[in-house]
């Protein structure tokens, strides 16, 4: 089981819909969750942190489940410019007091005007 | 402030060749990751450094590749004899973190532009 899952899409979602992506992850004792967003043919940048208690940036939502490892994120209200690959990311402790941030292979977004 | 760099942002190389990728990571941060991307796939792990402990090299797919971080601070990535499938997109991010409990937004990668290897 890969460490970190994300259905690849494509998501093609109409201007102002929301859109929603879960990612599932494995370890269990993983304690930093991220949503990064990669633009085509760019480098991936940090779009949010996730935290237990959930998060909104905006219009955007994130939320956390360690019963079931999985973390989602909610776009509401989506723009033309939300069009990107999201990227989940979740740590993996390696012992020793250290960490591995470790990418899902991303979930395509394409919003249509 | 200056972020992560990397160079060459592009290189093109024949079969066979050695070819050496730097990165400049931003100052002080302790964590340094090496990535592969394929077109159109996700983020492969390479290789990573935590400060002055042994690097994490479970992510290199053959003893082809090989990545030093000297003085933690500059790394660069080396690709023995390439191959047609090396192709790809290799990116360098940096971090903060250092050790577990830090703030999460201590973890946050900065990455560089990437160099975009193309092997003939």
């Known amino acids: 089981r890969k460490e970190v899952e994300q259905d690849p899409g494509p998501f093609n979602v109409p201007e102002g819909a929301t859109v929603a992506f879960n990612c599932t992850y494995s370890n269990s004792a993983s304690q930093s969750f991220f949503w990064y967003r990669q633009d085509c043919r760019k480098e991936p940048k940090l779009l949010m942190s996730?935290?237990?208690s959930g998060n909104e940036d905006g219009r955007f939502t994130a939320q956390l489940n360690r019963a079931s490892q999985y973390i989602s994120l909610l776009i509401r209200d989506s723009k033309l410019s939300d069009s990107a690959t999201y990227l989940c990311v979740v740590n993996a402790p390696l012992g020793f007091g250290n960490e591995k941030l470790t990418f899902g292979t991303g979930t395509r977004l394409t919003i249509i005007p | 402030g200056a972020g992560v760099s990397q160079s060459p942002s592009n290189k093109v190389t024949e079969k066979g060749k050695d070819v050496e990728l730097r990165c400049d990571p931003i100052?002080?941060?302790?964590?340094l990751y090496w990535y592969r991307q394929s077109l159109g796939q996700g983020l492969e792990f390479l290789i990573y450094f935590q400060g002055n402990s042994a690097p994490d090299k479970s992510g290199l797919p053959s003893d082809r590749f090989s990545a030093e971080r000297t003085g933690g601070s500059v790394s660069t990535l080396t690709i023995q004899r390439t191959q047609q499938e090396d192709s790809a997109v290799y990116l360098c991010?940096?971090?903060?973190?250092?050790?577990?409990?830090?703030?999460?937004?201590?973890?946050?990668?900065?990455f560089g532009p990437g160099t975009r290897l193309l092997v003939l």
């Open positions: 100052s002080g941060h302790t964590a």
């Open positions: 996730v935290y237990s």
């Open positions: 991010a940096s971090s903060l973190k250092g050790r577990v409990g830090l703030a999460p937004r201590l973890e946050t990668q900065y």
